[in-house]
């Protein structure tokens, strides 16, 4: 490993550690809130909220696969030194995956657990460029008294394959990021939305 690629992580690890994990915990719980995470680094391509993810969630027991947008030689030193997770080419092979909204038309080959082993599913950290900025659907669910509107910036070609994609217990959870701030969208939100209106 090339240590000049090296870059400081957590100024305190324990702490930060706990706090990113209550705050992706609370995110997954109530889909579609917003939970800003403060004082994590950013790293080369990842936004601070997308690498606070990865050294609280990611270890040796965690393949993780990387968006080509991503791949980057700098972030590939420090996901091995800081959180010590295989990178894999392959990605039905990974726990999690790095991504960016441009692969996000084609979720297919992302292992979804099976009806025995839902939590054997991959859970993807999607890299936004924010959080708010697209047209709203509709969210049902655990976590929401009746229903939340979200907007984030994603064309209807997401929203049809996440849908057919999606065979609850089966499924993939999913973080969103940008800057500083984190949503989470479970495998067990419902989601309702207009093609017109998406587009």
């Known amino acids: 490993m090339d240590s000049t690629l090296l870059l400081p992580a957590f100024s305190d690890a324990v702490a930060q550690t706990q706090q990113t994990f209550r705050l992706a915990m609370t995110a997954m ?11 994590a680094p950013s790293l080369d391509v990842l936004a601070p909220a997308t ?3 990865c050294l609280s969630l990611l270890d040796a027991d965690t393949p993780v696969w990387l968006a080509p947008a ?28 790095l991504l960016t909204e441009n692969e996000l038309v084609d979720l297919q080959g992302f292992n979804q657990g ?22 709203a659907v509709s969210c049902r669910g655990p976590g929401i008294e009746r229903e939340r509107a979200l907007r984030l910036p994603l064309k209807p070609a997401f929203w049809q394959e996440r849908n057919a994609s999606n065979a609850f217990p089966k499924g993939l959870d999913i973080f969103f990021t940008s800057g500083e701030t984190l949503m989470a969208l479970p495998r067990s939100t419902r989601v309702q939305y207009s093609v017109q209106e998406v587009v």
């Open 70 to 97: 991503l791949d980057t030689p700098v972030l590939r030193a420090n996901l091995a030194f800081h959180c010590g997770c295989p990178v894999v080419e392959d990605r039905t092979d990974a726990a999690f995956a």
């Open 51 to 53: 690498y606070a993810l």
């Open 114 to 135: 099976t009806d025995r082993d839902p939590d054997q599913s991959c859970t993807l950290f999607v890299q936004l460029p924010g959080l708010e900025q697209g047209p």
């Open 29 to 39: 719980s109530e889909p579609g809130t917003t939970q800003v995470v403060d004082g």
